[in-house]
């Protein structure tokens, strides 16, 4: 069975429909200039040659997938062509399909929030600016509202102008307390004060945002790893989770980012904002790759509930809906 | 670094060719490999990059580089050449009405920058020209976006418009061009609110609130770090709009900037300025040359020498190169010269900016680590005076004393008085380097 028909399968059997659909209505624009440029590829060329890997590369570039992994995906299918004497284009299609899979997926369970089952979970959010870090955070929000959890936010972005009230707007939409200082508070403190709240209130999620930084102000990564070892400091194994947020139109600069703020932070996965556009999100590919962290969410339009948990099949599936129905 | 500059990429290829004496078309063709791969791992839109190629490897192989005794340079002046010209003159011009209040549009995706660049638009206007702007906040979407313009305004004493978030931008518009009037400002600065150009409602509002307050410009605010995508985006913002300049918002931080090029290739529109930090002053004029050595990452020298130029010393800088030249550079000298380095900016920052500098032999041992610089002048500053003019005379038992004054071990002495000597030798072979080609004004880095 070809490897399309298999998620096609598992979608339809799981009764996820109805995510599916978001999801793929919210890859509309992707899928629809991705799909159908390896489709126009696939029926163009009638020999597996140079030129089609050529083209090839050209269309992951397209998604920001990254050269360097562009160049990996291309030897590993030129390998495969080879080895299975692959002349007919149509014939590699499921094995592009099933290479960008494999890369998204590796283990099963990694892309979910690591929640814990008794005591507080901290998450941290970082990342550059303007990605939507505390957007993120209130759709993050409502999310475990309704799953019944007690949430409360920190407002650790003490840095821009009017980021405190942005993240008491979405408390007051999705429901949850906010604890907050002033504009221009240590933002360390901030946390270390919502940590003690969190405590005493008895939440179950703590959900810590932070001001954007760009990964080369070393002042400011220094900064961030001390509201971590202040995390760490005040409940053990926490941060539980440390979630970068990235642009889905970032180019191959979140490469660099995913790097930098993994070394200061440790972070444990990526949301990917901003999916709704026509982006390609293709970096994150290239981070999975060379890197090796997983993807847990995706944001896919400005409503509260427009946060999807991350799914490789789903992904894939949404990318590529359009060339199966042919 | 992550990457490595054109500049480094094409000597190594050229290693591969070395001793051939001259090279021929197929090598040309291995460099421009190259070329494409550095545009591309700097964002630059891959269909872009395809005609830029084409048109650099028709020059490269013309005569102009095969005859060259340097064929690798040539090339990478060739592609810095084309890819200067590409993105146009300087023009940070903005427009003025003859029928004031000027009014300016800024648009663009959610999170580039727009509301920041406002401010700091705002703040040029006012300082460089001055202008009295008034912001107007249209932003009715995002929470809190009109509590952020305040802030901004409120940071930089200027007046804010604003009518909440229950009016639409279009009202919101119309109303602050007539505050705008009756008050006397010479320009009005929308800030839009960030949407997705594939939005029809929210684009079909913006060509509402364009008709009605017919902008003498429409800044599209893109994020410097935008992928392949940045084309589609300016595409359709221009279509939809008509924009009059770009502004490259985050380009303080460590991305290549290749939207740049694309945007301006695929849209022919100017790129007016760009941003440099969160402060409200930090919006510079595009520099089209500066950009192309950015995207080839070749570093920044310029941006470099016009930093050291409004922090440095001049005469003090002169007195070093002449040091510099009989190397009779001292750590005195050294410690002066790190206070200077230090104003410039965060180390590894102005480290960055210097092309190649991670390769260099003797700046790859200098720490960037601040702390280590507060050790080195504590070590410095136990030296006797004669010690620092003369650190031939630091025997074993001056180093004890000098690392019993400043807190560190012997070793750490006997490292930095090693450091210092090679960076003389450095100094030294870069003085005689910088003589060649002059840069502008006969500046020479003062740490170097």
């Given at each position: 069975?070809?490897?399309?028909?298999?998620?096609?399968?598992?979608?339809?059997?799981?009764?996820?429909?109805?995510?599916?659909?978001?999801?793929?209505?919210?890859?509309?624009?992707?899928?629809?200039?991705?799909?159908?440029?390896?489709?126009?590829?696939?029926?163009?060329?009638?020999?597996?040659?140079e030129?089609?890997?050529e083209?090839?590369e050209e269309?992951?570039i397209?998604?920001?997938?990254g050269v360097h992994?562009v160049l990996?995906?291309?030897?590993?299918?030129?390998?495969?062509?080879?080895?299975?004497?692959?002349?007919?284009?149509?014939?590699?299609?499921?094995?592009?399909?099933?290479?960008?899979?494999?890369?998204?997926?590796?283990?099963?369970?990694?892309?979910?929030?690591?929640?814990?089952?008794?005591?507080?979970?901290?998450?941290?959010?970082?990342?550059?600016?303007?990605?939507?870090?505390?957007?993120?955070?209130?759709?993050?929000?409502?999310?475990?509202?309704?799953?019944?959890?007690?949430?409360?936010?920190?407002?650790?972005?003490?840095?821009?102008?009017?980021?405190?009230?942005?993240?008491?707007?979405?408390?007051?939409?999705?429901?949850?307390?906010?604890?907050?200082?002033?504009?221009?508070?240590?933002?360390?403190?901030?946390?270390?004060?919502?940590?003690?709240?969190?405590?005493?209130?008895?939440?179950?999620?703590?959900?810590?945002?932070?001001?954007?930084?760009?990964?080369?102000?070393?002042?400011?990564?220094?900064?961030?790893?001390?509201?971590?070892?202040?995390?760490?400091?005040?409940?053990?194994?926490?941060?539980?989770?440390?979630?970068?947020?990235?642009?889905?139109?970032?180019g191959q600069?979140?490469?660099?980012?995913?790097?930098?703020?993994?070394?200061?932070?440790?972070?444990?996965?990526?949301?990917?904002?901003?999916?709704?556009?026509?982006?390609?999100?293709?970096?994150?590919?290239?981070?999975?790759?060379?890197?090796?962290?997983?993807?847990?969410?995706?944001?896919?339009?400005?409503?509260?509930?427009?946060?999807?948990?991350?799914?490789?099949?789903?992904?894939?599936?949404?990318?590529?809906?359009?060339?199966?129905?042919? | 670094m992550a990457f490595e500059g054109l500049a480094d990429r094409l000597q190594n290829t050229l290693q591969k060719i070395r001793g051939k004496g001259k090279v021929n078309e197929a090598d040309v063709k291995e460099m421009m490999r190259e070329v494409r791969l550095a545009l591309l791992e700097a964002d630059v839109n891959f269909k872009v990059v395809k005609d830029f190629v084409k048109k650099v490897s028709e020059r490269a192989v013309g005569q102009e580089v095969l005859k060259s005794l340097t064929p690798g340079q040539q090339v990478v002046k060739v592609v810095n050449d084309e890819l200067t010209t590409l993105m146009g003159g300087e023009q940070?011009?903005?427009?003025?009405?003859?029928?004031?209040?000027?009014?300016?549009?800024?648009?663009?995706?959610?999170?580039?920058?727009?509301?920041?660049?406002?401010?700091?638009?705002?703040?040029?206007?006012?300082?460089?020209?001055?202008?009295?702007?008034?912001?107007?906040?249209?932003?009715?979407?995002?929470?809190?976006?009109?509590?952020?313009?305040?802030?901004?305004?409120?940071?930089?004493?200027?007046?804010?418009?604003?009518?909440?978030?229950?009016?639409?931008?279009?009202?919101?518009?119309?109303?602050?061009?007539?505050?705008?009037?009756?008050?006397?400002?010479?320009?009005?600065?929308?800030?839009?609110?960030?949407?997705?150009?594939?939005?029809?409602?929210?684009?079909?509002?913006?060509?509402?609130?364009?008709?009605?307050?017919?902008?003498?410009?429409?800044?599209?605010?893109?994020?410097a770090?935008?992928?392949q995508?940045?084309?589609?985006?300016?595409?359709?913002?221009?279509?939809?709009?008509?924009?009059?300049?770009?502004?490259l918002?985050?380009l303080?931080?460590d991305t290549r900037g290749g939207a740049a090029l694309s945007i301006k290739a695929v849209?022919g529109?100017p790129i007016?300025?760009v941003?440099?930090?969160?402060?409200?002053?930090?919006?510079?004029?595009f520099h089209p040359d500066r950009m192309a050595s950015r995207i080839l990452g070749m570093g920044d020298m310029l941006t470099l020498i016009e930093k050291a130029?409004?922090?440095?010393?001049?005469?003090?800088?002169?007195?070093?190169?002449?040091?510099?030249?009989?190397?009779?550079?001292?750590?005195?000298?050294?410690?002066?010269?790190?206070?200077?380095?230090?104003?410039?900016?965060?180390?590894?920052?102005v480290l960055g900016m210097l092309p190649g500098a991670n390769k260099m032999k003797g700046l790859k041992?200098?720490?960037?680590?601040?702390?280590?610089?507060?050790?080195?002048?504590?070590?410095?500053?136990?030296?006797?005076?004669?010690?620092?003019?003369?650190?031939?005379?630091?025997?074993?038992?001056?180093?004890?004393?000098?690392?019993?004054?400043?807190?560190?071990?012997?070793?750490?002495?006997?490292?930095?008085?090693?450091?210092?000597?090679?960076?003389?030798?450095m100094m030294k072979q870069m003085s005689g380097m910088m003589n060649g080609k002059k840069k502008k004004g006969g500046f020479k880095f003062?740490?170097m």
């Amino acid at each position: 069975m070809s490897f399309l028909k298999r998620l096609k399968e598992k979608f339809s059997t799981q009764q996820s429909e109805e995510s599916s659909e978001k999801f793929k209505s919210g890859l509309e624009k992707t899928r629809n200039s991705f799909s159908f440029k390896v489709n126009d590829l696939l029926k163009r060329f009638r020999k597996v040659d140079e030129e089609f890997f050529e083209e090839l590369e050209e269309i992951l570039i397209g998604a920001d997938v990254g050269v360097h992994t562009v160049l990996d995906i291309i030897d590993q299918l030129k390998d495969v062509a080879r080895t299975k004497n692959i002349q007919n284009p149509m014939e590699l299609r499921s094995a592009i399909t099933e290479k960008l899979a494999e890369m998204l997926q590796k283990e099963e369970s990694d892309n979910k929030l690591n929640l814990q089952t008794d005591g507080m979970t901290v998450i941290l959010f970082v990342g550059v600016n303007g990605v939507g870090k505390t957007t993120t955070i209130g759709k993050l929000a409502h999310q475990l509202k309704t799953d019944g959890k007690k949430v409360i936010l920190a407002a650790g972005d003490t840095f821009r102008a009017g980021a405190i009230d942005q993240l008491e707007v979405w408390g007051e939409r999705a429901g949850v307390d906010v604890i907050k200082h002033h504009e221009g508070a240590d933002p360390a403190a901030v946390i270390y004060d919502s940590i003690q709240a969190a405590k005493s209130r008895k939440a179950d999620v703590l959900l810590c945002d932070t001001a954007g930084r760009l990964q080369n102000k070393v002042n400011l990564m220094n900064e961030l790893s001390k509201v971590k070892r202040v995390i760490e400091r005040e409940i053990p194994g926490a941060p539980h989770e440390v979630l970068l947020v990235v642009d889905a139109t970032t180019g191959q600069n979140a490469m660099n980012q995913a790097k930098t703020f993994g070394q200061s932070t440790d972070v444990t996965g990526l949301v990917l904002t901003k999916l709704d556009g026509t982006a390609k999100g293709g970096i994150v590919l290239a981070i999975r790759h060379e890197l090796d962290i997983p993807v847990k969410f995706v944001g896919l339009g400005e409503k509260i509930d427009d946060l999807q948990e991350f799914d490789a099949d789903q992904f894939v599936y949404g990318l590529f809906a359009g060339t199966e129905e042919e | 670094m992550a990457f490595e500059g054109l500049a480094d990429r094409l000597q190594n290829t050229l290693q591969k060719i070395r001793g051939k004496g001259k090279v021929n078309e197929a090598d040309v063709k291995e460099m421009m490999r190259e070329v494409r791969l550095a545009l591309l791992e700097a964002d630059v839109n891959f269909k872009v990059v395809k005609d830029f190629v084409k048109k650099v490897s028709e020059r490269a192989v013309g005569q102009e580089v095969l005859k060259s005794l340097t064929p690798g340079q040539q090339v990478v002046k060739v592609v810095n050449d084309e890819l200067t010209t590409l993105m146009g003159g300087e023009q940070s011009k903005i427009a003025v009405s003859n029928r004031p209040p000027t009014v300016i549009m800024m648009v663009g995706l959610q999170g580039a920058g727009k509301t920041t660049t406002t401010g700091k638009l705002a703040n040029h206007l006012r300082k460089k020209q001055n202008r009295k702007p008034l912001l107007a906040a249209a932003d009715i979407y995002r929470p809190a976006a009109i509590k952020q313009l305040e802030t901004v305004g409120k940071q930089l004493d200027l007046p804010v418009f604003q009518m909440g978030d229950q009016v639409s931008p279009v009202k919101i518009a119309e109303s602050a061009i007539a505050k705008a009037k009756e008050d006397h400002h010479d320009y009005v600065i929308i800030d839009t609110a960030g949407r997705l150009h594939i939005d029809e409602t929210l684009m079909d509002e913006l060509k509402q609130v364009k008709e009605i307050s017919k902008p003498d410009e429409i800044f599209l605010v893109v994020d410097a770090m935008t992928g392949q995508d940045a084309v589609n985006v300016a595409e359709s913002f221009n279509e939809a709009l008509g924009i009059t300049g770009v502004v490259l918002t985050k380009l303080d931080g460590d991305t290549r900037g290749g939207a740049a090029l694309s945007i301006k290739a695929v849209t022919g529109l100017p790129i007016k300025f760009v941003g440099l930090g969160e402060k409200m002053d930090a919006l510079e004029p595009f520099h089209p040359d500066r950009m192309a050595s950015r995207i080839l990452g070749m570093g920044d020298m310029l941006t470099l020498i016009e930093k050291a130029q409004t922090s440095v010393d001049e005469e003090k800088a002169r007195d070093l190169q002449k040091k510099m030249r009989d190397m009779s550079f001292t750590f005195d000298d050294f410690l002066d010269q790190m206070g200077q380095v230090r104003n410039l900016g965060p180390l590894d920052e102005v480290l960055g900016m210097l092309p190649g500098a991670n390769k260099m032999k003797g700046l790859k041992n200098v720490q960037i680590d601040e702390k280590q610089i507060g050790h080195v002048e504590a070590i410095i500053r136990s030296m006797t005076l004669s010690e620092r003019e003369q650190p031939d005379i630091i025997n074993a038992s001056r180093k004890r004393r000098i690392a019993k004054g400043s807190g560190r071990t012997v070793q750490e002495v006997n490292r930095l008085i090693k450091q210092f000597e090679d960076m003389k030798k450095m100094m030294k072979q870069m003085s005689g380097m910088m003589n060649g080609k002059k840069k502008k004004g006969g500046f020479k880095f003062p740490f170097m």
